[in-house]
């Protein structure tokens, strides 16, 4: 048996137990008896994730759920696959639920043809849907559930004592999941969530992407004070809630007012 690396009491993270990238931040919580894990990445480190979780003495067939965060391929892409192996129960917000059991290409970002990125995206049954305030649990473990959208509508955050996994709302460096039309990026939601985030007594935030860090309401005030602009930023096309100077062309033109050079 692996020695266990716990980051905090019954919580390991495996890219940090392993000493390798498996590309996002994968958390395995140990309910003692039973365990879960929140995200399991892509397919190409499945293998090394299930092999690794093995090693460090869980019984496969003990996994409670597999949850996901929401539904971004570098997120879920094996979640199908770690499901049929661990015979599991898969979790997710209903609107994480619709796009995965469709397999959607664009709302999961496997596909932006564009950029040339056309990755596969396998359908995968959600088992249970997870809502606001459902609470998960795991052997001794109580999970809440908080919808958080913004990045993605069937965006989750999960609350355990002391801790909230905070999906892709906010890094250490203040930067936010991907703001993006096609993934059903909502700027007001996405400023409430992180507005729920900085007023919760949360101690430490166990982000999606990147080191875990202390909560300081600092950082959450500069990503909703930099989305608040964005609000009315043609930078963020149909994203805006309003343009101000499109406004203002609009009624210049009404008026017959020639442009002040
Ligand atoms: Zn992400």
Not at 3 to 15: A, G, M, Q, S, T
Not at 67 to 87: F, N, P, S
Not at 163 to 181: E, M, P, Q, R, T
Not at 193 to 221: M, N, T, Y
């Amino acid at each position: 048996m692996l020695h266990r690396k716990y980051l905090f009491p019954n919580v390991i993270e495996l890219n940090l137990q392993a000493g390798e990238s498996f590309g996002v931040n994968l958390y395995l919580l140990d309910g003692g008896g039973e365990w879960a894990l929140i995200d399991v990445g892509q397919e190409d480190t499945l293998d090394d994730v299930i092999d690794l979780i093995r090693k460090l003495d869980f019984p496969l067939s003990k996994c409670k759920m597999l949850i996901a965060t929401h539904a971004d391929v570098d997120h879920v892409q094996g979640l199908d696959a770690a499901r049929d192996r661990l015979k599991a129960k898969t979790g997710a917000h209903p609107d994480a639920a619709k796009a995965l059991e469709a397999g959607d290409t664009v709302q999961t970002y496997a596909r932006i043809t564009a950029q040339n990125i056309d990755m596969p995206m396998p359908t995968c049954k959600i088992d249970v849907k997870l809502n606001e305030g459902d609470e998960i649990k795991i052997g001794k473990l109580k999970l809440k559930v908080w919808h958080t959208p913004g990045h993605t509508p069937g965006q989750l955050s999960f609350k355990l004592g002391n801790l909230l996994f905070s999906g892709d709302n906010i890094y250490k460096d203040a930067c936010v999941g991907a703001i993006d039309a096609h993934h059903g990026s909502h700027l007001p939601s996405f400023i409430s969530s992180l507005q729920r985030i900085r007023d919760d007594d949360a101690e430490f935030l166990l982000p999606s992407h990147g080191p875990v860090f202390r909560k300081d309401p600092a950082i959450l005030q500069n990503a909703i004070d930099r989305l608040t602009k964005y609000q009315h930023m043609a930078d963020f096309g149909t994203c805006l809630v309003s343009w101000p100077l499109e406004e203002e062309w609009k009624r210049d033109i009404l008026t017959g007012k020639m442009p002040e050079l």
